[in-house]
């Protein structure tokens, strides 16, 4: 049986993204045979199909790290085909087969079942980003950040994992801070909860000071780089941070003295290979308590044909919001 996929093709150091149709009996041995009905565009992504080798190592490949749809058929003994189901991270897009086809083959284990009370395309409109956004937050309540704390904030405020966070602290009842390059998006900004806005190029500077006014008591940084270092000195006592992405720069360039002189609470997030049971219960929060009404109203819809522009914009740091790939 035939099906549509976009593949990168490595030719002379030169990596290029089309659509080819592709064969079931390509997908790898896997246990789980799945019809994609949604992905979502995440950075790692347009890292596999720009030929970044940490994520990807051979070529050509189907990206995609993340996917909701229907089993097809099983030979494990979790799920029955008919069920609807969620897949997201472990090799998933980096050397395995992605949602950046109509099928996926993967192992059991690597499967939630969509909770009720979330359609697959509200899934696939958190996506990987939300997964990770709302992992930060599990890790920030679980430290015992409180509204009542004060500010928080939130940096790639408009990329997918930011604006994720942004809606969930907002829903949450935190006071947010929305950290962006992106100006011209006050507005939306402003409707999804942010209470202020910081242009990120006030922060995107060496190390301003070691041990700066304490203004935040918490938050979820996506850049990394210069920006992190400074909002490290930038928090209150007990405050915590939970940093997952590095757009903005690799290396941590900060101070000891929030860590020793203000308890600070430095928190990794990896959502790929976060425990199948912690992604169960981010996505049960996102169909209860974490129900985000308006998750689709910021949403961009595209058809697999789309992806390869999708992917040159948000390699730019020009997307805004989520993207999400539909197929029939
Ligand atoms: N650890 C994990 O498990 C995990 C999971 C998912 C994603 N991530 C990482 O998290 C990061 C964000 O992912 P995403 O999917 O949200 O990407 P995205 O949609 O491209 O968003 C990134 C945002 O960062 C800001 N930005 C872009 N270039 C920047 C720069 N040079 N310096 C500072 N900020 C910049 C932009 O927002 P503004 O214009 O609003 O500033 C941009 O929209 C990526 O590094 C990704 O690899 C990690």
Known sequence: MKYRALETTENDKLFEN????KDISSLPEHDTLIKVKFSSLNYK???SASGNKGVTRNYPHTPGIDAAGIIVETTGN???????VIVTGYDMGMNTCGGFGEYIKVPQEWIVKKPENLSLSE???FGTAG????LCLRKLLLHGLKPEDGEVFVSGVTG????????????????????????NQEGLLKDLGAKKIIDRNELDLDLISPLQKPIYSGGIDAVGGKILSNLVCMTSQRAAIACCGMVGGLSLDTSIFPFILRGLSLFGIDSAE????????VWQNFASSWKLEMIDDNIKNISLDEL???????????QIGRVRIAYD
């Open 18 to 21: 089309s659509i080819v149709e």
């Open 45 to 47: 992504d347009a890292l």
């Open 78 to 84: 979790k799920f029955k085909s008919g069920d609807e």
């Open 123 to 125: 899934s696939m409109a």
């Open 131 to 134: 997964l990770t956004a709302g």
């Open 160 to 183: 997918g994992v930011g604006i994720i966070s942004l809606m969930l602290f907002n829903k949450l009842g935190f006071e947010v801070t929305a950290i962006t390059g992106k100006l």
């Open 274 to 281: 976060s425990l199948i049971d912690t992604k169960k219960e």
């Open 308 to 318: 390869p522009t999708e992917i040159d914009k948000i390699l730019k740091g020009e």
